[in-house]
């Protein structure tokens, strides 16, 4: 078939070549001369060329139209000579074509059947003030329902009023300590009256980022000079300075060969997993991970078996299964790409991994470290690198592939993974979030640049001065928060401080004592015969009862901490400690926080049991 199709390929063009010859020879039959090669080359040789003497324009004219008018003759002979020789050839050619006709003609019937629908279906000016006007009245529906994330409120006179929680309220601003609410938006979808300002003990703002006017400024002028985004993805036409001085900025601080910016903070670690771990390789991944790991575990596709969280024993009990399998098996360690995933603190649990053991029992199986520390990175450690150096280790040597999110302490948008070359390299081919999601904004990279200096406490001292003389960097930064997680911790344990003694044998602490999230669960007394939705509630009321009457913001985990996890941590309230805070602040919290305990398990026990046993048809 190939060698007939060939064959019919070169007779078209021998039969062309030879109608054109013919032109020629007919034009040169005329009354027009047209020039042999022979002659040019004579003529040009005595430089004469104007004796050259072409044919007329009218004559040329008349002969290309000839051959033109031949022309679909001569195709139908051509076809009918091919159809002779070969017609299942000449079938499937004019199927082809025909079909390809059938396809332009249906397109263009398509799409002017969609641009008369679009005429007949838009709306009127009528239709458009209506609409707008209506959204100006109205505003947009909420996300949920009345009836989903709603609790109960006690009011001063007994009534029951609704307050919906994790939904409702809008934050204006961060200035400090302090979050400013936006009441004009939050009072219609509350009954009950917010304050103005809280305590901000709720946001993940470990170093004051979200406050500092050296980063401020910095946004401020970034923006003005690159605009908002990037407008495309780092491999395309995404990548601009600021991404690779954040890059070089986090690579340095953190001594490594090199890093890759992630435009997001969860796809940084989803990616990396997924870009390293394949189909038939191994991983042995802690069950208290976050969902952005557990999401990359999944797109591996790898092999996946998990130990107990932060046990260690457990680990080396799945590491030995492991190798007595592979001595069964006959099958070599070095056969497939195996992996130890942890966090260096857990987000989910407040709880530091043990790093140091989990290192050991690394080299001794020879299985490479895959450690998340979105929440070590600007909080653990002397200078502020994280949990790696909280436990006396480095990164590319006693952890191969360390990834993080740059929204917590530094205060920027998106995530970074470091390590050697090969690591970094790999990625910018097999990262999914890497490869195809837009570029960070240049001017939050730049915030990244100067959040690692001013942790670094290397800040322009010019720039620093037009700011703030007095906001704390460096090592200053670090040594406050430290002293406010230390007093955070000791003041809520102490046994002998009013309010901190109304939470005794009600609320217990599960983060370690280093950590700054802090997570309070209801003491056994409490959560004893209390389904897990029925703890939420209460802890809900708490959070509701101190950010109404104490005027402290907390989080309230037990809601929303609950999908796509392997293991689900315990309904929780979620305090965090930050450098913006001072004594008076933790005060004002342990007073809230047990004001409120007092208020909704003790003062308002039967009406709460009431609420929890009537609690579908109250809503």
Same mark, same amino acid.
Not at 183 to 203: H, I, M
Not at 570 to 588: G, N, T
């Given at each position: 078939?190939?060698?007939?199709?060939?064959?019919?390929?070169? $007779?078209?063009?021998?039969?062309?070549?030879?109608?054109?010859?013919?032109?020629?020879?007919?034009?040169?039959?005329?009354?027009?001369?047209?020039?042999?090669?022979?002659?040019?080359?004579?003529?040009?040789?005595?430089?004469?060329?104007?004796?050259?003497?072409?044919?007329?324009?009218?004559?040329?004219?008349?002969?290309?139209?000839?051959?033109?008018?031949?022309?679909?003759?001569?195709?139908?002979?051509?076809?009918?000579?091919?159809?002779?020789?070969?017609?299942?050839?000449?079938? %499937?050619?004019?199927?082809?074509?025909?079909?390809?006709?059938?396809?332009?003609?249906?397109?263009?019937?398509?799409?002017?059947?969609?641009?008369?629908?679009?005429?007949?279906?838009? &709306?009127?000016?009528?239709?458009?003030?209506?609409?707008?006007?209506?959204?100006?009245?109205?505003?947009?529906? &909420?996300?949920?329902?009345?009836?989903?994330?709603?609790?109960?409120? /006690?009011?001063?006179?007994?009534?029951?009023?609704?307050?919906?929680?994790?939904?409702?309220?809008?934050?204006?601003?961060?200035?400090? #300590?302090?979050?400013?609410?936006?009441?004009? *938006?939050?009072?219609?979808?509350?009954?009950?009256?917010?304050?103005?300002?809280?305590?901000?003990?709720?946001?993940?703002?470990?170093?004051?980022?979200?406050? #500092?006017?050296?980063?401020?400024?910095?946004?401020?002028?970034?923006?003005?000079?690159?605009?908002?985004?990037?407008?495309?993805?780092?491999? !395309?036409?995404?990548?601009?300075?600021?991404?690779?001085?954040?890059?070089?900025?986090?690579?340095?601080?953190?001594?490594?060969?090199?890093?890759? *910016? +992630?435009?997001?903070?969860?796809?940084?670690?989803?990616?990396?997993?997924?870009?390293?771990?394949?189909?038939?390789?191994?991983?042995?991944?802690?069950?208290?991970?976050?969902?952005?790991?557990?999401?990359?575990?999944?797109?591996?596709?790898?092999?996946?078996?998990?130990?107990?969280?932060?046990? %260690?024993?457990?680990?080396?009990?799945?590491?030995?299964?492991?190798?007595?399998?592979?001595?069964?098996?006959?099958?070599?360690?070095?056969?497939? /790409?195996? !992996?130890?995933?942890?966090?260096?603190?857990?987000?989910?649990?407040?709880?530091?991994? @043990?790093?140091?053991?989990?290192?050991?029992?690394?080299?001794?199986?020879? +299985?490479?470290?895959?450690?998340?520390?979105?929440?070590?990175?600007?909080?653990?450690?002397?200078?502020?690198?994280?949990?790696?150096?909280?436990?006396?280790?480095? &990164? =590319?040597?006693?952890?191969?592939?360390?990834?993080?999110?740059?929204? $917590?302490?530094?205060?920027? %948008?998106?995530? =970074?993974?470091?390590?050697?070359?090969?690591?970094?390299?790999?990625?910018?081919?097999?990262?999914?979030?890497?490869?195809?999601?837009?570029?960070?904004?240049?001017?939050?990279?730049?915030?990244?640049?100067?959040?690692?200096?001013?942790?670094?406490?290397?800040?322009?001292?010019?720039?620093?001065?037009?700011?703030?003389?007095?906001?704390?960097?460096?090592?200053?930064?670090?040594?406050?928060?430290?002293? $406010?997680?230390?007093?955070?911790?000791?003041?809520?344990?102490?046994?002998?401080?009013?309010?901190?003694?109304?939470?005794?044998?009600?609320?217990?602490?599960?983060?370690? @004592?280093?950590?700054?999230?802090?997570?309070?669960?209801?003491?056994?007394?409490?959560?004893?015969?209390?389904?897990?939705?029925?703890?939420?509630?209460? *802890?809900?009321?708490?959070?509701?009862?101190?950010?109404?009457?104490?005027?402290?913001? %907390?989080?309230?985990?037990?809601?929303?901490?609950?999908?796509?996890?392997?293991?689900?941590?315990? @309904?929780?309230?979620?305090?965090?400690?930050?450098?913006?805070?001072?004594?008076?602040?933790?005060?004002?919290?342990?007073?809230?926080?047990?004001?409120?305990?007092?208020?909704?398990?003790?003062?308002?026990?039967?009406?709460?049991? +009431?609420? *929890?046993?009537?609690?579908? $048809?109250?809503?």
């Amino acid at each position: 078939m190939a060698g007939k199709f060939t064959q019919h390929v070169f $007779n078209l063009g021998f039969s062309s070549g030879r109608a054109i010859h013919k032109l020629l020879l007919d034009a040169q039959s005329s009354s027009a001369h047209w020039p042999s090669l022979s002659e040019v080359y004579s003529i040009s040789n005595a430089n004469n060329i104007s004796s050259i003497q072409l044919p007329s324009i009218h004559s040329v004219f008349t002969y290309v139209v000839t051959f033109l008018s031949q022309l679909p003759n001569r195709y139908r002979i051509w076809w009918w000579n091919l159809f002779q020789s070969d017609p299942l050839h000449v079938l %499937v050619e004019t199927l082809l074509i025909v079909a390809c006709i059938i396809l332009v003609v249906l397109q263009r019937r398509a799409d002017w059947r969609f641009s008369q629908e679009r005429k007949k279906g838009a &709306p009127t000016d009528k239709d458009v003030e209506h609409l707008l006007k209506d959204w100006k009245e109205n505003g947009r529906k &909420p996300l949920v329902s009345r009836k989903e994330g709603t609790i109960t409120a /006690r009011s001063g006179r007994g009534e029951n009023k609704y307050l919906e929680v994790g939904s409702g309220l809008v934050v204006d601003k961060i200035e400090g #300590s302090r979050l400013f609410l936006d009441l004009e *938006l939050s009072k219609e979808k509350n009954n009950c009256k917010l304050p103005q300002s809280v305590l901000n003990f709720a946001t993940l703002d470990y170093i004051a980022t979200s406050s #500092s006017p050296i980063l401020r400024k910095t946004a401020l002028d970034a923006l003005k000079h690159y605009g908002c985004g990037s407008c495309g993805p780092r491999g !395309f036409y995404g990548t601009i300075d600021a991404h690779l001085e954040a890059e070089e900025a986090v690579s340095n601080f953190l001594g490594t060969e090199g890093a890759i *910016l +992630y435009s997001d903070g969860a796809s940084a670690s989803t990616s990396t997993l997924a870009a390293f771990a394949k189909r038939g390789d191994m991983l042995i991944v802690d069950e208290g991970v976050n969902e952005a790991l557990l999401t990359g575990i999944n797109l591996s596709r790898a092999n996946v078996r998990y130990f107990r969280h932060n046990d %260690v024993k457990d680990l080396r009990r799945i590491l030995e299964k492991v190798k007595q399998q592979d001595i069964s098996l006959k099958r070599k360690a070095t056969d497939q /790409r195996r !992996f130890l995933v942890v966090e260096g603190m857990y987000r989910n649990w407040g709880t530091l991994a @043990p790093l140091k053991e989990i290192v050991a029992l690394k080299e001794e199986f020879h +299985y490479r470290l895959i450690v998340d520390d979105s929440h070590g990175i600007g909080t653990l450690g002397k200078s502020g690198r994280g949990s790696l150096e909280h436990a006396g280790l480095k &990164p =590319m040597i006693h952890c191969e592939i360390l990834t993080f999110s740059l929204e $917590n302490a530094l205060g920027s %948008v998106g995530g =970074m993974t470091v390590g050697s070359e090969e690591v970094v390299d790999h990625q910018r081919l097999s990262g999914a979030g890497y490869c195809f999601s837009a570029s960070a904004p240049p001017f939050l990279s730049k915030v990244c640049v100067e959040s690692v200096k001013r942790l670094q406490g290397t800040v322009d001292g010019n720039e620093s001065k037009s700011t703030d003389e007095t906001e704390l960097t460096g090592p200053a930064l670090l040594n406050r928060l430290r002293e $406010n997680i230390s007093h955070l911790y000791s003041t809520l344990t102490n046994s002998s401080h009013p309010y901190a003694l109304k939470l005794r044998n009600r609320l217990s602490i599960t983060s370690d @004592p280093l950590s700054p999230l802090l997570y309070l669960r209801l003491a056994d007394e409490e959560a004893t015969g209390r389904t897990r939705s029925e703890q939420t509630f209460i *802890l809900d009321q708490i959070a509701h009862h101190c950010l109404v009457n104490g005027n402290v913001a %907390v989080v309230s985990t037990g809601g929303h901490v609950k999908k796509y996890l392997q293991l689900v941590p315990e @309904p929780s309230l979620r305090l965090v400690a930050s450098a913006s805070h001072d004594k008076e602040d933790v005060e004002v919290l342990v007073k809230a926080l047990g004001e409120a305990v007092e208020s909704v398990l003790v003062h308002n026990a039967s009406q709460m049991e +009431y609420t *929890l046993q009537h609690k579908d $048809n109250i809503r």
